[in-house]
């Protein structure tokens, strides 16, 4: 991310102009609506291929005018593998007949615990009681969603959507090691390094070449828009506007964006392919965001509290 000053004072963090904050929104709204492109895309193409797919047009042709960041090989091999195989692969994989879009936009968010997790064990950072709190109250919604499995939501796909949570913290770690950097550069260099395995693995589980170059020729328009969104909108707009506004702001303003993904992918899976929100839904939902914004706000809310009291 560019390591430009943000602006305003450490003391007080005015709210976002009406501009950035429409550019906040339309992020999340893109990053929160994707999983409905994801579940149609997957009609045309088999997961691993359709992540594989991504990466290739994240890579083509931007790596040619953008410089290489300024971290080890290794570093960006570890991050691409993780995001690449582990995070989207696997959760495209679920996604594909074995957890419904809405919940996998709401379980990959516990990638927050994951990365917290690891910077336990790497960075010696102990846990605090409302981090404690925050992920006891988020596991409590994934309970109730793995005691609601059925047939679009399998216990399976539960479980792999988790792993690509802790496949995203793998990933949030390692970018953090990187230290300041440029963002996009970052995410479409790494890129080079999740193509292999993906290409790799769908050759070898989903038809071989011969079919997967039939798929390639079949596959309709809207197909291969659902690949430029996962490439150009996800991936170039998104990582490349985001790392603008945390620039222009502090991480404190910005960072709790992102808490309405879920509420983006869900609401649009419900519009766009009728999924259905019962109640359990709603309450799991809720218990995960919850636990969210506990992790998220309140050490703020306990400070300005010591204000007061």
Same mark, same amino acid.
């Given at each position: 991310?560019?390591?430009?000053?943000?602006?305003?004072?450490?003391?007080?963090?005015?709210?976002?102009?009406?501009?950035?904050?429409?550019?906040?929104?339309?992020?999340?709204?893109?990053?929160?609506?994707? %999983?409905?492109? *994801?579940?149609?895309?997957?009609?045309?193409?088999?997961?691993?291929?359709?992540?594989?797919? +991504?990466?290739?047009?994240?890579?083509?042709?931007?790596?040619?005018?953008?410089? +290489?960041?300024?971290?080890? =090989?290794?570093?960006?091999?570890?991050?691409?593998?993780?995001?690449?195989?582990?995070?989207?692969?696997?959760?495209?994989?679920?996604?594909?007949? +074995?957890?419904?879009?809405? &919940?996998?936009?709401? #379980?990959?968010?516990?990638?927050?615990?994951?990365? *917290?997790?690891?910077?336990?064990?790497?960075?010696?950072?102990?846990? +605090?009681?409302?981090?404690?709190?925050?992920?006891?109250?988020?596991?409590?919604?994934?309970?109730?969603?793995?005691?609601?499995?059925?047939?679009?939501?399998?216990?399976?796909?539960?479980?792999?959507?988790?792993?690509?949570?802790?496949?995203?913290?793998?990933?949030?770690?390692?970018?953090?090691?990187?230290?300041?950097?440029?963002?996009?550069?970052?995410?479409? =260099?790494?890129?080079?390094?999740?193509?292999?395995?993906? @290409? *790799?693995?769908? *050759?070898?589980?989903?038809?071989?070449?011969?079919?997967?170059?039939?798929?390639? &020729?079949?596959?309709?328009?809207?197909?291969?828009?659902?690949?430029? =969104?996962?490439?150009?909108?996800?991936?170039? %707009?998104?990582?490349?506007?985001?790392? =603008?506004?945390?620039?222009?702001?502090?991480?404190?303003?910005?960072?709790?964006?992102?808490? @309405? #993904?879920?509420?983006?992918?869900?609401?649009?899976?419900?519009?766009? &392919?009728?999924?259905?929100?019962?109640?359990?839904?709603?309450?799991?939902?809720?218990?995960?965001?919850?636990?969210?914004?506990?992790?998220?706000?309140?050490?703020?809310?306990?400070?300005?509290?010591?204000?007061?009291?």
């Amino acid at each position: 991310m560019s390591s430009s000053k943000p602006q305003g004072s450490s003391q007080s963090h005015p709210g976002l102009p009406a501009s950035h904050l429409l550019l906040a929104l339309a992020i999340v709204a893109v990053w929160g609506t994707n %999983f409905v492109v *994801i579940k149609i895309s997957l009609d045309s193409f088999p997961p691993f291929f359709f992540a594989a797919l +991504r990466y290739i047009f994240a890579l083509l042709p931007v790596v040619f005018f953008m410089p +290489r960041p300024k971290v080890s =090989w290794g570093n960006l091999c570890i991050y691409g593998l993780a995001t690449g195989v582990g995070q989207f692969g696997i959760m495209y994989f679920a996604i594909d007949g +074995r957890i419904s879009p809405g &919940l996998a936009s709401l #379980v990959i968010q516990t990638q927050v615990f994951f990365t *917290i997790g690891f910077a336990m064990f790497f960075a010696k950072e102990g846990l +605090r009681l409302y981090q404690a709190v925050a992920v006891a109250v988020a596991m409590t919604g994934l309970v109730i969603i793995a005691l609601h499995t059925d047939a679009t939501t399998t216990f399976l796909g539960l479980a792999l959507v988790v792993f690509a949570g802790f496949s995203w913290g793998v990933a949030n770690t390692v970018s953090r090691r990187a230290g300041a950097i440029n963002m996009l550069s970052y995410v479409v =260099w790494a890129s080079a390094f999740s193509i292999p395995p993906l @290409l *790799i693995t769908s *050759i070898i589980f989903e038809g071989g070449l011969n079919h997967l170059w039939e798929v390639t &020729l079949a596959a309709p328009v809207g197909a291969w828009v659902g690949v430029l =969104w996962q490439s150009w909108a996800n991936t170039l %707009f998104g990582y490349a506007a985001w790392g =603008w506004l945390l620039s222009k702001h502090p991480a404190v303003v910005v960072a709790p964006a992102p808490l @309405l #993904v879920p509420i983006f992918g869900m609401g649009a899976s419900a519009f766009f &392919l009728g999924e259905a929100l019962p109640s359990w839904k709603v309450m799991a939902a809720g218990l995960v965001i919850a636990g969210l914004v506990v992790n998220l706000f309140w050490p703020a809310l306990r400070d300005k509290s010591r204000q007061y009291f």
